[in-house]
């Protein structure tokens, strides 16, 4: 699928002020999980090859406590913006995504992205 067709399916699912209950990287940054809350089920981002992860977390919101800690409730990341658009790169096309949940902003450069409910 391209970017669009992703974006639509996203857009879909009413992403709109969810809070996120989970996110994560594994076996070494190749694959990240976002996991956030909605009433029909929880809604599952999974980008795969990917190839840049950036976090930017706002240095003026105070952690009171590590994350780990906080309750499901406690968490105060919650989704208000996703861009996603085709990357190419010699001849390879890749999907950058955008996910802004203030405090902390993600990027992602990536070869795959899947979406479903659990």
Not at 21 to 44: A, K, M, N, P, R
Request: with cysteine; net charge negative; charged share 30%.
């Amino acid at each position: 699928m391209d970017s669009k067709q992703l974006i639509k399916k996203i857009e879909e699912m009413h992403y709109w002020d969810a809070r996120v209950i989970s996110l994560s990287t594994d076996f070494f940054g190749d694959e990240l999980v976002l996991v956030y809350e909605d009433s029909d089920g929880d809604v599952v981002y999974k980008f795969l090859n990917c190839y840049q992860v950036n976090y930017k977390h706002a240095l003026d919101y105070d952690k009171e406590k590590p994350i780990s800690d906080f309750t499901r409730l406690q968490l105060p990341y919650f989704l208000q913006n996703i861009e996603l658009e085709d990357y190419f790169n010699e001849d390879k096309k890749y999907l950058k995504c955008t996910i802004t949940m203030p405090p902390l902003e993600v990027s992602i450069l990536s070869k795959e992205f899947v979406i479903y409910r659990k």
